[in-house]
């Protein structure tokens, strides 16, 4: 019988990136250059400095960015990148841990064990 297995994927856009990553990937990128612009066009006195270096670290950004990603990701599932974030949030950043579902991870480190041992 036939069953699609990846019918609710989202699809890769660019550079292997879904759209949701690759909002991530624009946003932070576009606010890097947005920040290193606005200190260069104060520097140099030129405004169109600013958004220039935006446009330019958005396109780093999705160019780094997108093998980066592609790389991290190959072989693991679909949500591991969500996953990965929300985990290292809840670990690093202690009053973001109620918004970002902490309750729902196991962050417990150790041997695992199925407490079946043989009782003399």
Known sequence: MF???RLNRQPVIVRGLTADELWI????SAACGLGLGI??????????????MAVLFVAIGLFAGGGLLRRLKRGR????LYRQMQWRLAQRVAAARAYVGASDLITRSGVWTTRRTKHP
């Open 39 to 52: 200190v260069l066009a104060i520097l140099f006195g030129s405004f169109p400095l600013a958004p220039t």
């Open 3 to 5: 069953l699609p297995h």
């Open 25 to 28: 990937t624009v946003s932070l």
């Open 77 to 80: 599932p679909d949500t591991w």
